[in-house]
């Protein structure tokens, strides 16, 4: 039998370090929520491929859908010879962005990709320079987007020189005691000693900080930006690659707080694991580019597109969204249960949805974080058969991502394994 030691040995020989892997285990076999190692060990998933199999691994209404794409044809290229389902899936994505303005959409293959063609779309149409993300931000590991995230290690060290005329500004987080006034501040000051408001193209944001910690922006300080981009003629960009696809109880998380973004970009839960990826926003900002000047070759792939569609079927024939909220309640119980039980150690549990997050501290002190406790749950829960993700800018927190689907039972054996994981790892400190 194969051995996930043995595999790793392989892949350390051939896999240069920098694309790293959480955890020693190789998958051979995934349904819903349950993974299989080649060992035959079972997981729990509480991470859905980072946000990605939110309608669950192996839907068979996914799976039948692009194996009857690939018995048709698998590759055309979109902009050579499209194909109806691109269309039909540009159609869905304009109905379901948040907003009531005309809308277009064009297709990428990643996240970062579709950041970055935001990017250059709010430069085409403003014909500005500048770009303003936040502190703790994560929109890629391309050139461009490396150059927006707003976190050094690992996603920064060793990459420069970064691309010009990129601004960070404080992401306002309760927790750490950064107000929505600093960040609102900050963002004046930079444009009294750094950059002019007229020569700034957009303003990016994740409405909840996803690498970041899990940090959710308010409707406020949502509304107070978009109110800033609409003084200053600035795009306002979305970055929904995580909270989108029904995580945080909605479509897309900006339909929470009534705020009408002038570029989104989707991707993770989009195709549930089928690589590709959009942007959709207003229809006069996304023409801004001449013909040919945004797209790829496997932008749009006809296979990825069959399962976008089905995708989008299930989310709403399974009520996903409703079922993303109960999910965050179910999680909520359990884990106030551990905050009291383990006291001082989770400091804040976030539940947006099925986007939920504990940050671990020493203490009880938000100002103490517990990034070796973290690293120590998720190995252990690995060896446990549970899949756990951290996140978080200090790396002390736990991010939970389960797919949409997934059940009730399967839910309460991966927070009774989390338990006894932080019980283990509390009583030998
Ligand atoms: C908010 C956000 N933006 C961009 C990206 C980059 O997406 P990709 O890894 O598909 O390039 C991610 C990935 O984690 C993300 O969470």
């Known amino acids: ?49 980072i946000a990605v199999t939110n309608t669950g691994h192996c839907h068979p209404k996914i799976v039948e859908a692009v194996k009857n ?11 050579v010879t499209p194909y109806e389902n691109s269309v039909e899936l540009a159609e869905r994505l304009v109905e379901l962005a948040p907003g009531s303005s005309d809308k277009k959409a064009i297709f990428v293959t990643t996240g970062a990709e579709a950041v970055e063609n935001c990017v250059k779309i709010a430069r085409a149409y403003t014909k500005r320079r500048a770009i303003i993300a936040f502190n703790g931000s994560f929109h890629g590991r391309t050139n461009m987007t490396m150059g927006l995230t707003g976190k050094i290690t690992p996603y920064k060290n060793l990459f420069g020189p970064f691309p010009n005329d ?20 900050a963002i004046e000051t930079l444009f009294k000693v750094a950059v002019a408001p007229s020569d700034v193209a957009a303003i990016i944001i994740e409405p909840i900080q996803g690498e970041g910690g899990f940090y959710p922006a308010s409707t406020s300080f949502l509304k107070s930006i978009r109110k800033l981009c609409d003084e200053h003629g600035i795009v306002m960009i979305a970055d929904e690659i995580q909270t989108g696809y029904a995580r945080t109880g909605k479509m897309f998380c900006m339909q929470h707080h009534d705020v009408e ?29 001449l013909p040919g000047g945004l797209g790829g070759t496997y932008a749009g792939s006809p296979v990825a597109c069959a399962a976008a569609l089905v995708v989008i079927e299930i989310i709403e024939n ?6 993303a909220v109960q999910i965050g309640e179910q999680f909520g119980k359990s884990l106030q249960a551990m905050q009291k039980e383990f006291s001082g150690i989770i400091g804040d549990i976030r539940i947006n949805g099925a986007m939920i997050a504990i940050e671990l501290v020493k203490n009880g002190d938000s100002n103490r974080p517990d990034a070796e406790l973290t690293k120590n749950l998720v190995a252990s829960a690995f060896s446990h058969g ?13 991010r939970f991502l389960p797919p949409l689907t997934i059940e009730n039972e399967i839910i309460d054996e991966g927070l009774t394994i989390l338990r006894n994981c932080f019980a283990r790892l509390v009583n030998q400190n």
């Open 386 to 398: 549970l899949v756990l993700l951290s996140c978080g800018s200090r790396s002390n927190v736990i």
């Open 318 to 323: 399974d009520n996903l969204t409703e079922r």
């Open 69 to 79: 794409q690939i018995d048709a044809f698998s590759h055309t290229c979109v902009m």
């Open 166 to 185: 990129i601004y960070h500004v404080p992401f306002p987080v309760n927790y750490h005691g950064i107000s929505e006034q600093q960040s609102l501040d």
């Open 1 to 49: 039998m194969q051995t996930n030691e043995a595999l790793q040995k392989r892949k350390a020989n051939v896999i240069a370090r920098g694309q790293g892997n959480l955890a020693s285990v190789y998958i051979k076999k995934a349904k819903n929520a349950e993974l299989w190692d080649v060992e035959d060990q079972r997981y729990v998933d509480f991470g859905a491929g």
């Open 261 to 289: 973004p002038d570029l989104i970009t989707m991707a993770k839960g989009i195709a549930g694991g089928y690589p590709i990826a959009a942007v959709v926003g207003k229809s006069e900002i996304m023409d801004a580019p």
